[in-house]
T-cell receptor, first 114, second 117 residues
Framework: DGGITQSPKYLFRKEGQNVTLSCEQN?????MYWYRQDPGQGLRLIYY???????QKGDIAEGYSVSREKKESFPLTVTSAQKNPTAFYLC?????????????FGSGTQLSVL | AQTVTQSQPEMSVQEAETVTLSCTYDTSESDYYLFWYKQPPSRQMILVIR??????QNATENRFSVNFQKAAKSFSLKISDSQLGDAAMYFCAYRSEIQTGANNLFFGTGTRLTVIP
């Protein structure tokens, strides 16, 4: 059953705490992405990775970090430097050679601050 | 950066009726692509329809069609014979042909569509 698994579905962060959102895929896609979705705003790109051990900043990378040690996994860490982390986070993947709109999306993680 | 505007935060339609969602965009480019994505309650984004700017013919996908007006920079989505499963957030998006990399996909703010039985 191929797809993208994001966990947890809901996550709560305390002030000053780092939290990590998981994104795992078994689609064998090379590229992986993290988007942030806020109410009344479109999706905004945080980070993306075209290949293992390489990743690039998106439009709103400040306060976030990522790693890409395995093709299947692209975890996103929301650090304490991110002052407004409450949002819905979507992970996406894309097969090599396909245009950027051909993204497969996960079901997301809702992050809230306690 | 390109901007994509969806001026209707919410829309509703009776089941089996037709509804049109609006989208305008701002760009100085001549070659680009436009899309509509659907985000159902599961919150996974699904690509619904795609339009190349160089094509005058409006794209259609079953009950979904677009009205692409390049000079007006307008890209509306028409859903015919609306079904309960069409209830979702709909996002308009723009992809630059000139800008490379993953940063060349720009999303609008979304329109929440409610389908009334």
């Amino acid at each position: 059953d191929g797809g993208i698994t994001q966990s947890p579905k809901y996550l709560f962060r305390k002030e000053g705490q780092n939290v990590t959102l998981s994104c795992e895929q078994n689609l064998n896609h090379d590229a992986m992405y993290w988007y942030r979705q806020d109410p009344g705003q479109g999706l905004r790109l945080i980070y993306y990775s075209q290949i293992v051990n390489d990743f690039q900043k998106g439009d709103i990378a400040e306060g976030y970090s990522v790693s890409r040690e395995k093709k299947e996994s692209f975890p996103l860490t929301v650090t304490s430097a991110q002052k407004n982390p409450t949002a819905f986070y979507l992970c996406a993947t894309k097969d090599r050679g396909l245009p950027n709109e051909k993204l497969f999306f996960g079901s997301g993680t809702q992050l809230s601050v306690l | 950066a390109q901007t994509v505007t969806q001026s209707q935060p919410e829309m509703s339609v009776q089941e089996a009726e037709t509804v049109t969602l609006s989208c305008t965009y701002d760009t100085s480019e001549s070659d680009y692509y436009l899309f509509w994505y659907k985000q159902p309650p599961s919150r996974q984004m699904i690509l619904v329809i795609r339009q190349e700017a160089y094509k005058q013919q409006n794209a259609t996908e079953n009950r979904f069609s677009v009205n692409f007006q390049k000079a007006a920079k307008s890209f509306s989505l028409k859903i015919s014979d609306s079904q309960l499963g069409d209830a979702a957030m709909y996002f308009c998006a723009y992809r630059s042909e000139i800008q490379t990399g993953a940063n060349n996909l720009f999303f609008g703010t979304g329109t929440r569509l409610t389908v009334i039985p």
